[in-house]
């Protein structure tokens, strides 16, 4: 069956029934209290009733879907509240973060993309540094963390009020998220640049273009689809990555939010956390594949 607007009933029903079954396999696979009433000599001669109560199920201390909304409900209904460093609404936490994985992403694109397109047109840099990049990619951000706390520690810059505005936590951040994500922009950016079909190019030789236009009447363009496919990928890594890097810093975020909630026991407050960062990188990636579409059609 068809809806106006080329939505078929399909793309409604099926992801809607999709997420009726997760939830309904959480449910059944989740915990719930029971209390449980007896009566017992205390051991001097008096009868005494006591009530205990456990959690039973196959993931006993897994909250049932009902709990967490229960639980979750004050950082969802009043999502952009501050009551303190870290307790704050969950959108209030995910903008924290946001703005740090847009401050990383724009610098692994700065990076990334000229190195890409070195690597694409140059047979002697690629033989010179893609074995290092081959090296350095699979690197986890844990890794890259501490070895941005050390390259800049002592790192201070202070707002008016002699507050530190940006620290060595904040700079070891962005580096972390800047290297995880840009390779691969790198990689796809190299790939688009090598599969500009050489006739292009003959006719930027034949017309005698300079380098500056040869690059953005050419290459760019040519090269774009690759690219922004890269700039997808480099963003679902930096989204990924920020969560890491704000449970080791303890930095006011979503990973710092579920870091603190896993350290208190709070477990459902824990799956708020992960169906945010999910929601919110569905989101990203959806707008991402939104502007690639726009600019192919440009």
């Not at 501050?82 to 703005?99: A, M, N, V, Y």
């Not at 190299?190 to 290459?219: C, E, H, M």
Request: charged share 15%; aromatic share 10%.
């Amino acid at each position: 069956m068809k809806l106006p607007g080329k939505l078929s009933l399909n793309a409604i029903f099926l992801p809607f029934l999709g997420v009726l079954l997760c939830i309904g396999g959480w449910a059944l696979i989740s915990g719930k209290s029971v209390t449980k009433t007896t009566t017992k000599d205390d051991g001097w001669g008096d009868m005494i009733t006591v009530t205990e109560t456990k959690r039973v199920g196959l993931s006993a201390d897994l909250p049932a879907p009902s709990e967490t909304w229960v639980a979750s409900k004050p950082y969802i209904v009043e999502p952009f509240a501050k009551r303190g460093e870290l307790d704050q609404g969950i959108l209030r936490f995910t903008w924290l973060s946001l703005k740090l994985v847009v401050q990383g992403y724009l610098l692994a694109l700065l990076i990334g993309t000229p190195i890409g397109f070195l690597l694409g047109l140059s047979r002697n840099f690629t033989l010179a540094f893609d074995p290092i990049i081959q090296i350095l990619r699979p690197v986890s951000p844990l890794a890259w963390l501490p070895l941005g706390m050390v390259m800049f520690s002592g790192l201070k810059i202070a707002d008016a009020s002699g507050r530190t505005a940006f620290g060595t936590s904040d700079a070891a951040a962005l580096f972390t998220i800047a290297i995880c994500a840009m390779w691969p922009t790198v990689l796809n950016t190299a790939v688009g640049v090598r599969a500009v079909p050489q006739d292009y190019l003959n006719v930027a030789k034949v017309l005698k273009l300079s380098r500056f236009k040869t690059l953005t009447k050419i290459l760019i363009p040519s090269s774009l689809p690759y690219m922004f496919t890269g700039f997808r990928l480099s963003l679902g890594i930096a989204w990924l990555v920020i969560v890491a890097v704000e449970m080791l810093i303890g930095k006011p975020g979503i990973g710092g939010f579920l870091w603190q909630q896993y350290n208190a026991n709070s477990f459902a407050h824990i799956i708020l956390s992960i169906i945010t960062i999910g929601l919110i990188g569905f989101i990203l990636d959806r707008l991402m594949s939104l502007a690639e579409s726009r600019f192919r059609t440009a």
